[in-house]
């Protein structure tokens, strides 16, 4: 089935559920392909991607459950949220995991069912692919901005290939017992991950999209009145 532009992006929500389906490895392989496409400043190209099936799959998930459910220390390399987040993003983060809760039953006086939902990010949602994503730790800031505009082209590459998918930044708490599990080499920072698959349509985790700012909220138009 083929989309155009508006539709993909459209039709593009973040998946946490998904079907058992098999992905074939040409798929992923397209996939990455389309998103090494991408526009990176002086061609630097940015980011790597890991992707894992079957046995390679269940095990780093293993790896990721247990240092949740040990308590492990949160080992972030990077600076995900900024340091001291304002009201209004505070109010704009509550209303995204409110909407999620809701969708999944999960009252906002269960503290125990949203630590449950929220260890499945350690389980890539239990999606037959999970990607780590990764980038070079002597890369610049800017090169990080290179890479989101890589993994959104995934996305949109999976969307196309009617796959659903969802970014993981919670799998960068545990970057280090990634990076060891993987044997990944010293120069690679474990920047996220990806779960990826056929998504589940009936299951609610997947029915709820969250809002978009409206246009003139970010955006100025300037000299077309002249």
Same mark, same amino acid.
């Given at each position: 089935m083929k989309f155009d532009f508006d539709d993909l992006v459209a039709r593009r929500r973040s998946i946490r559920a998904f079907k058992k389906d098999r992905i074939e490895r040409h798929t992923l392989e397209k996939i990455c392909a389309t998103a090494r496409r991408s526009p990176s400043g002086a061609n630097l190209q940015p980011g790597k991607f890991h992707v894992l099936t079957g046995t390679s799959l269940e095990s780093l998930k293993d790896c990721l459950t247990q240092a949740a459910k040990q308590n492990a220390p949160i080992d972030l390399e990077y600076s995900?949220?900024?340091?001291?987040?304002?009201? !209004?993003? =505070?109010? %704009?983060? %509550?209303? !995204? +995991?409110f909407a999620l809760y809701e969708a999944l039953g999960i009252s906002r006086r269960d503290p125990e069912g949203r630590r449950e939902?929220?260890? =499945?990010n350690y389980a890539f949602f239990d999606a037959p692919v999970g990607v780590v994503v990764t980038i070079d730790r002597d890369m610049g800031k800017g090169c990080f901005m290179d890479l989101g505009m890589t993994i959104?082209?995934?996305?949109?590459?999976?969307? !196309?290939?009617?796959?659903?998918?969802?970014?993981? +930044?919670a799998i960068a708490n545990y970057g280090p017992a990634v990076h060891d599990h993987l044997a990944l080499p010293n120069d690679e920072m474990v920047v996220c991950g990806i779960a990826l698959g056929v998504a589940d349509t009936q299951a609610p985790v997947? %029915?709820?999209?969250?809002? %978009?700012?409206?246009?003139? !909220?970010?955006?100025t138009f300037r000299g077309f009145d002249a």
């Open positions: 995900y949220f900024p340091e001291k987040m304002s009201d !209004a993003l =505070k109010s %704009r983060q %509550r209303k !995204a +995991g939902q929220f260890a =499945k959104m082209t995934f996305l949109l590459a999976a969307e !196309a290939e009617g796959l659903g998918a969802t970014g993981i +930044g997947n %029915r709820f999209k969250t809002e %978009r700012d409206p246009l003139d !909220a970010f955006t």
